[in-house]
């Protein structure tokens, strides 16, 4: 116990100096492992109280806080980089290719002139920029451009060239034909455009064959026969309530003969000339019974269609006169009427009174060879039935007081006095002027 106090001597004597204690830096020591290292630590005691280990923690510290000064520096330098990426770039200054009007608290800058305009209402389609252009061509120009897209840029161009196919198309694609009044000049053909049948004789017939569709023909049964000729539909054929045409249609798209099926003799033959018409054959004719009025129509009906008179050659006596004058009458060829035979002469006179009826050819009437008969045709086809009268055929008779009795009526007909000037002398002349005005009176 002795020597364990003179160990301990020398510290409590360094506790007595205050000065040596002042400077020196308060350090807290670590506890020793064991009592045997703690004893011999306090054994080998020397002159500084702290080790070499010890007195580097000063340093330690203050490479702590320059190490911390570093890292918070950079963190800040980095916070502040990252702010700066996320700003809002800086605005672009308007340019005459996407601005019209920058307006400031100033005042307003047109940016953006006709050209520019023009390519921007093209370019983004926009018919209210082309209203901002300052008119004539360009504007026109404009609207043209945007016409296959906007109705109101095909009403406002001025071009009829440009304005007619604009319109007509918008008008066929909406179907509405009321578009076409926005058009003069090219106006009808846009109502056709919009309704091909508007003109059409019959109208339920031209819709049937446009659609394709029977049923808007109904129960007529003309309309029926052509809507099933013109698409080639036997089907149709079935909806037509006259059992003869019926047959005939039928027979003639399928090429099979249904005639044969009919019980009467004349239904039978009409059955066969119809069939013959439809599928535009004339051998078809043989099938009808020998002197039958429909083989006669049926032969004729070819040799004018054909513009052949010598298909009637294959009758014989009347029956050939009667396919002649069918086909004069069809054609408008006399000539069918001067091979009627001159001594069949009631055929022969039937055939010219009858043509020069229908096409108001007086002259017409020096065919007939019995002067009596030529007389008679004169005052029928002049006087009596003169509703076709033609005064261009008047200077051709050969009967001078006939001729002159032709441009009179032809004066009255047509109340146009100055025809009086054709007749050949002076008394003809009065003649005409009186009776004309009598006629204007009475």
């Known amino acids: 116990m002795a020597q364990e106090k003179s160990r301990y001597k020398p510290r409590e004597k360094a506790r007595k100096k205050p000065s ?38 000063p340093v330690l510290l203050i490479g702590i806080l320059l190490i911390l000064i570093l890292v918070i520096g950079g963190g800040l330098l980095i916070s502040l980089g990252q702010m700066q990426g996320h700003e809002e770039p800086p605005t672009p200054l308007p340019n005459k290719t996407n601005q019209t009007n920058v307006t400031t608290n100033m005042t307003n800058v047109t940016l953006c002139d006709d050209q ?21 061509g360009l504007q026109q120009d404009c ?32 179907k509405d034909i009321t578009l076409c009044d926005l058009i003069t000049a090219g106006r009808d053909e846009c109502r056709l455009a919009v309704d091909p049948c508007i003109n059409a004789e019959d109208r339920a017939l031209c819709l049937a064959i446009l659609d394709n569709n029977a049923a808007l023909c109904g129960s007529n049964s003309i309309c029926l026969l052509n809507y099933s000729l013109t698409w080639r539909n036997a089907t149709a054929c079935g909806l037509i309530t006259e059992a003869t045409v019926s047959k005939a249609c039928y027979s003639a798209i399928k090429l099979t003969d249904k005639c044969a ?44 269609m054909r513009d052949d008179l010598s298909i009637c050659d294959i009758f014989s006596l009347n029956e050939r006169w009667d396919c002649y004058t069918h086909y004069a009458l069809a054609t408008g060829d006399l000539d069918g009427c001067r091979s009627v035979d001159p001594l069949a002469t009631t055929h022969r006179f039937n055939c010219v009174f ?23 045709c004169y005052q029928g086809t002049t006087i009596y039935s003169n509703q076709n009268l033609n005064w261009t055929y008047c200077k051709d008779v050969l009967n001078f007081d006939w001729r002159n ?28 002027r009186i009776a004309y005005e009598a006629n204007k009176t009475g």
Do not use: H, W
């Open 20 to 57: 040596e204690a002042s400077d020196r830096i308060p350090v807290a020591e670590a506890p020793p492992q064991n009592p045997l290292e703690a004893l011999e630590e306090k054994s080998e005691e020397k002159p500084y109280r702290y080790g070499k280990e010890q007195a580097k923690a």
């Open 116 to 136: 520019c305009i023009y390519a921007r209402a093209v370019s983004t389609q926009n018919l209210s920029d082309c209203q901002l252009i300052s008119g004539g």
């Open 143 to 174: 609207y043209y451009q945007l016409s296959q897209m906007f109705i109101d840029a095909c009403k406002a161009l001025t071009d009829d060239s440009r304005k007619k196919p604009c319109i007509t198309s918008f008008a066929v694609a909406q």
């Open 261 to 304: 099926e009919l019980p009467a003799l004349a239904e039978r033959d009409y059955c066969y000339q119809l069939y013959a018409t439809y599928s535009n054959d004339y051998t078809v004719c043989t099938q009808i019974s020998a002197g039958s009025d429909y083989a006669v129509d049926c032969y004729s009906y070819f040799a004018a």
């Open 354 to 376: 009858e043509y020069a009826k229908q096409y108001g050819n007086v002259a017409a009437c020096d065919v007939i060879e019995q002067m009596s008969s030529r007389d008679t």
């Open 405 to 432: 009795k032709c441009f009179t009526e032809a004066a009255k007909l047509y109340d146009n006095v100055s025809l009086c000037d054709y007749t050949q002398d002076g008394y003809a002349d009065e003649a005409c």
